[in-house]
C-alpha cells in the first residue's frame, strides 16, 4: 500500500476540527505515551499526568526511576494520545495523538515555575511529591498530531494546527 | 542510571498481583496501541478495539487503510495499555501493558472463525464492517507485561503470568 492510498484515509481539516482538537487538548489531564524502549526498541506505553502550559503544549511530571523517563532521556521522540472513551463504542470518542519531542525542564529555571504552577494546579495532589529529588518535569513538544473525532472521521494536524492562535 | 537501579522500581510480584492483571486483562474492549512508524521510527500511539480469545490473549480489528496496520506489517512489535482511569487521580488507577508482537490472522482460517467469534461478542455493532476488504484481525502476542496496579505500584510480568492457568 502507497502513501498516497493511506493518505486517503485522511479527512481535510477544516478550522473548526483544528479547534476541536485543541479544545480536547486544553482539558486533558493525562494521557497515554508511546516511548522507545532504550534496551532493545520496542515501542511502549505508559499512562502519564499531564497539564498545558500557558502556551497551551503539555508538560508531564515523571520519575526518573520509571522506565519512560530513562527511554526519553535515551531518545526524546515520543507519541502522547489524550481524550477518554465514554459510554458506548471506545472508537466512535475523539482521541488526539500528538507526536513530539520531550525536552527536561532544568529545575530552578522560570519554565521550571511555569510548568509546576501549571501541573500544580492541574493536580493538586502532585504537591506532596513534585519537589522529590526523583521527579522532573517534562515538555511534550508537538511536531505533528492525528485527531480522530470520530469512528473513521481521521486528520492531520501540523505545529500551527495544534498550537492554534 | 544502570539497569540494576530502575529494576528497584519494581515490586515483586506474587500470584495475587498476577490474578489482579489477568482480571483487568479479561474485561477489557479497548486499549492504547504502541506501534513503530515506519517511515521515520517514532512510536506512534492509537485506540484500538480489543477483545479476549479463548487463550485469554487479546485480538484486535484494524483496518489495512489506517496507520497502525501499515506499521504492524512493517514491524510487528508493540505495546498495548488496558485499564481505564476512572474519576480522581488517573495515576491511582489499574492499567496494564503488554509488550506484543502482532500477528495477522489469515481470512479463512479457523483461528480467523475464533478471533471473529471473539470479537463481536464483545463488539456486536463491528458485525457492520468486519468483513469489509480492508478490515482483518490481529492477534498480539505477548513477550512481557508490566502492571500498575496504583501509584507507584509497579509489577513485572513474563509471559506465563500474563497466561496463567
Known amino acids: 500500500m502507497s502513501a498516497e492510498e493511506r493518505t486517503g484515509v485522511f479527512r481535510e481539516l477544516t478550522p473548526e476540527v483544528a479547534a476541536d482538537a485543541r479544545a480536547l487538548l486544553a482539558t486533558v489531564g493525562h494521557g497515554a505515551l508511546a516511548t522507545l524502549e532504550h534496551e532493545d526498541g520496542y515501542p511502549m506505553v505508559t ?6 502550559m500557558p502556551d497551551g503544549m503539555p508538560t508531564t511530571l515523571v520519575s526518573e526511576l520509571s522506565g519512560h523517563t530513562a527511554a526519553l532521556r535515551a531518545d526524546p521522540r515520543c507519541a502522547v494520545m489524550v481524550g477518554d472513551p465514554g459510554k458506548g463504542d471506545p472508537l466512535a470518542h475523539p482521541r488526539l495523538t500528538l507526536t513530539c519531542r520531550a525536552a527536561e525542564v532544568a ?18 495532589k502532585a504537591k506532596l511529591y513534585d519537589d522529590f529529588a526523583d521527579f522532573l518535569f517534562m515538555r511534550l ?6 485527531y480522530v473525532a470520530g469512528f473513521g472521521a481521521a486528520y492531520r494536524l501540523g505545529p500551527a494546527d495544534i498550537a492554534g492562535g
Not at 499512562?47 to 498545558?52: D, F, H, K, N, P
Not at 529545575?107 to 493538586?124: C, I, K, N, Q, V
Not at 513538544?141 to 492525528?146: I, M, T, W, Y
Open 47 to 52: 499512562r502519564i499526568g499531564l497539564a498545558m
Open 141 to 146: 513538544l508537538p511536531e505533528r498530531g492525528s
Open 107 to 124: 529545575r530552578g529555571s522560570d519554565l521550571h515555575a511555569a510548568a509546576r504552577e501549571a501541573y500544580l494546579a492541574r493536580h493538586p
